[in-house]
T-cell receptor
Framework: NAGVTQTPKFRVLKTGQSMTLLCAQD?????MYWYRQDPGMGLRLIHYSVGEGTTAKGEVPDGYNVSRLKKQNFLLGLESAAPSQTSVYFC????????????FGNGTRLTVT | AQSVAQPEDQVNVAEGNPLTVKCTYS??????LFWYVQYPNRGLQFLLK??????LVKGSYGFEAEFNKSQTSFHLKKPSALVSDSALYFCAVRDQSPNSGYALNFGKGTSLLVTP
């Protein structure tokens, strides 16, 4: 009963490096989301996906790319990391419409130096 | 745009006392409202939601929330606080606009501290 699993849990990057965060869900959810959490700012939506092969931009998409090649996986990429991308990243999934809640992973803490 | 506001950064309450964490919303149409809790170094856990029906919604761990349309509020409540309730609480509203992916828009969070 894994739910939403994020890897890695922690990562330190140097400015300009790239990396990919992996999110996997086993609930057969159509919708998946990437949020970032910063102190005093709540959670902000980076990108989302409404199904396999589709992605769309959220509130703060700049500097990030995503892919949803398989229904259960949603990847978040940083092409050239910047210190402003130091944050905690959360993946979530849901059935989408109506009252279905989002189910969250435990997050990835990323530090860019 | 659909949004929520949490006016308090921190709420302090003594164990055994009732607690309230405030949330107000701004939406066009009928709101779909949610409360989540976050413990240190963990993801957000769903507590409860309001979609329609009774204005008093009951959720996990003894929490409940009162939907008030006239005051556009959705305050989280618990009759008797526990030290283990200390955590970060987020109010959220579902974005019903086209091309939103039905994402949730979150408030900035309220830190609840329950003292023994």
């Amino acid at each position: 009963n894994a739910g939403v699993t994020q890897t890695p849990k922690f990562r330190v990057l140097k400015t300009g490096q790239s990396m990919t965060l992996l999110c996997a869900q086993d609930m057969n959810h159509e919708y998946m989301y990437w949020y970032r959490q910063d102190p005093g700012m709540g959670l902000r939506l980076i990108h989302y996906s409404v199904g396999e092969g589709t992605t769309a931009k959220g509130e703060v998409p700049d500097g990030y790319n995503v892919s949803r090649l398989k229904k259960q996986n949603f990847l978040l990429g940083l092409e050239s990391a910047a210190p402003s991308q130091t944050s905690v990243y959360f993946c979530a999934s849901s059935y989408g419409q109506g009252g279905s809640p989002l189910h969250f992973g435990n997050g990835t803490r990323l530090t860019v130096t | 745009a659909q949004s929520v506001a949490q006016p308090e950064d921190q709420v302090n309450v003594a164990e055994g006392n009732p607690l309230t964490v405030k949330c107000t919303y701004s939406v066009s149409g009928n709101p779909y409202l949610f409360w989540y809790v976050q413990y240190p170094n963990r993801g957000l856990q769903f507590l409860l939601k309001y979609i329609t029906g009774d204005n008093l919604v009951k959720g996990s761990y003894g929490f409940e929330a009162e939907f008030n349309k006239s005051q556009t509020s959705f305050h989280l409540k618990k009759p008797s606080a526990l030290v283990s309730d200390s955590a970060l609480y987020f109010c959220a509203v579902r974005d019903q606009s086209p091309n939103s992916g039905y994402a949730l828009n979150f408030g900035k969070g309220t830190s609840l501290l329950v003292t023994p």
